[in-house]
């Protein structure tokens, strides 16, 4: 199949530096946690978020007033935001964080408050917390950020997709600097039931992306987050510049509301849209951060979507959903960080979880143990229920 593209794409413009990452995952606090865990080829037991100290973002009565995605998506911007070294507030800045499905936890709460002691009793601040764009909101208010203050909720594409948005309002001119990423906190029994009763999770609660054996996500919560921005101004102020976003696009399959596209047109057209937009060719890209979750369907058509855009020798691939689990819209930000510090470490970390690579993927995947090696160029890759697929290109700063 062939797909027409052309030189210009959402990243055109002005070049785009990344400038400050956070994250808050299973493996706890912080992008160096985040990285200490990737590094190794075994992943946490729980992909839930252990309990942490917030009393930097707000005192308890605060706190009490943000559903724990908008929270996980605050702690994650702060760390962003403080390594960057920018100061607020910056009229022009933007921020897109995203979520999948939202303030979950406090919808089931306040439908216990409304069932156990009436109507009168739910919460006031029940609709500012559960909604999706809770975290944006948070995030725009906390930094003084008087930009585009958006959310996108494409499921499991959504983290790659706030990247790419946010880039393309930096590389337009339209904001200086742009906070993007994704936040989910969903490890409850209606969620869990839902995706179980649908055949979607591991019946061993195990991820196993690309592995001859995988048969299903595990879920996972968190929030990933980088601070991009434009490359003169952080040239100007002396900022640490990390990495450059260089491409991204955007693409649905068309096919159906959960299973993707078998033939993974949607997903081909993605990444060589991604590639021209860039600039470059598949052969300039030195690793993939593959969306792999670990379920049958979605890893094959990946696998031969990426066959078709590389050819016989696609470069190596990782998945930290062997790590992390399948946190929906934070994981493509959590891929995003993970990719920037790949870049910062020319170092791929390995898939935790895979041991036998299934013959139909045929991909070099990293397994074992991490890989160094020179990286250059980096493909992110994810995909969601709707036949949203989002892929996002970043290339090394060479300081």
């Known amino acids: 199949m062939q797909v027409a593209v052309t030189p210009s794409g959402p990243i055109s413009g002005r070049r785009v530096a990344v400038t400050g990452l956070g994250a808050l995952t299973c493996a706890g606090i912080g992008v160096e946690a985040l990285w200490k865990s990737l590094l190794t080829d075994t992943a946490p037991a729980s992909k839930r978020i252990a309990p942490f100290d917030a009393s930097h973002i707000g005192g308890p009565k ?26 607020g507030p910056i009229v022009d800045a933007g921020s897109i964080v995203t ?62 997709h706030a990247i790419g948005n946010a880039a393309r309002l930096v590389a337009t001119g339209r904001c200086s600097v742009a906070v993007a990423g994704g936040a989910e906190a969903v490890i409850v029994e209606i969620a869990e039931a839902g995706f179980r009763n649908m ?9 196993r992306p690309f592995d001859v054996h995988r048969n299903g996500f595990v879920m996972g919560e968190g929030a990933g987050v980088l601070i991009l921005e434009e490359w003169d101004h952080a040239v100007a102020r002396g900022a640490t510049i990390f990495a450059e976003v260089i491409g991204a696009a955007s693409t649905a399959d068309a096919y159906h509301i959960t299973a993707p596209d078998p033939a993974g047109g949607g997903a081909i057209r993605c990444m060589e849209l991604a590639l021209a937009d860039a600039g470059i060719t598949a ?18 058509a990946e696998a031969i979507a990426v066959h078709h855009v590389f050819g016989k020798n696609p470069p190596p691939v990782t998945s930290i959903k062997g790590h992390l689990g399948h946190s929906l819209a934070a994981a493509g930000a959590l891929e995003g960080v993970a990719s920037v510090l790949t870049l910062l470490n020319q170092t791929v970390p390995p898939t935790a979880g895979t041991t036998d690579i299934d013959p139909e993927v045929a991909l070099d995947v990293v397994i074992g143990a991490p890989r160094q090696m020179e990286v250059d160029v980096i493909l992110s890759n994810s995909f969601g229920f709707g036949g949203h697929n989002g892929s996002v290109i970043f290339r090394r700063h060479r300081a």
């Not at 007033?65 to 920018?86: I, K, N, T, V």
């Open 99 to 160: 979520t999948g499905i939202g303030g979950l936890q406090t919808v089931l709460e306040q439908m216990r408050v409304l069932n156990e002691k009436g109507p009168d009793r739910v919460s006031p601040f029940m609709v500012p917390m559960m909604m999706p764009n809770a975290a944006t909101a948070a995030v725009s208010m906390r930094f003084g950020l008087g930009g585009p203050a958006e959310t996108v909720t494409t499921a499991c594409a959504a983290g790659t």
């Open 62 to 87: 605060e706190l009490r007033r943000f559903d724990p995605f908008a929270l996980y998506a605050l702690m994650a911007a702060d760390e962003a935001w403080r390594q960057s070294g920018l100061v």
């Open 283 to 300: 052969s300039d890209v030195s690793h993939i951060n593959a969306h792999g979750t670990s379920t049958p369907l979605n890893d094959l």
């Open 199 to 207: 055949t979607a999770l591991s019946n061993e609660g195990l991820s």
